[in-house]
């Protein structure tokens, strides 16, 4: 999916990408049930990958409902909306949180306010998953 950043609304989606902290990452439970959970992310470009703690519900919601949606905290009047939908994986293939430098520069405060190192986050957040968008909309 790619982002057309030459309108208002596009540049709002990539600066959202790039720059929030936070995202929420909402994923079906077995009776159909929405399960929103806040989660820290990485934007590629291309897809975002985030770290899970293992043999949460959120990644066994995955494991069997690979559809998800992504949205961004919209301002309190509701405007600037953006939604993301596509399709989790866990990702083998990347690197632990630990060797992924872009996410922990990104995190780093927020793990030291968390009461954790790099390490400990690492090994608590040990599996990563990788979103790729399919669809987006909003205002």
């Known amino acids: 999916m790619e982002i057309d ?6 540049q709002r989606v990539a600066g959202h ?3 929030d902290q936070v995202v929420w990452l909402t994923t079906v439970n077995p009776n159909g049930t929405p399960q929103p959970s806040p989660v820290w992310f990485l934007w590629d470009g291309d897809t975002v990958l985030m770290y899970s703690q293992p043999g949460t519900p959120k ?3 995955i494991g069997q409902r ?3 949606s992504l949205n961004f905290n919209s301002t309190p009047g509701g405007g600037d909306v953006v939604v993301l939908t596509g399709q989790a ?3 083998t ?3 632990a949180a630990i060797d992924h430098p872009a996410y922990l520069e990104k995190y780093a405060r927020g793990i030291e ?3 954790m190192t790099p390490e400990t986050f690492a090994q608590a957040y040990s599996v990563p998953v990788r979103i790729r968008p399919t ?3 909003g205002h």
């Open 17 to 19: 990408l790039e720059n």
């Open 5 to 10: 950043t030459s309108t208002e609304f596009g």
């Open 93 to 95: 293939a990347t690197p």
């Open 113 to 115: 306010e968390i009461g």
């Open 89 to 91: 994986s866990e990702d």
């Open 59 to 61: 990644l066994r919601n």
């Open 66 to 68: 690979p559809g998800v």
């Open 135 to 137: 669809s987006l909309r």
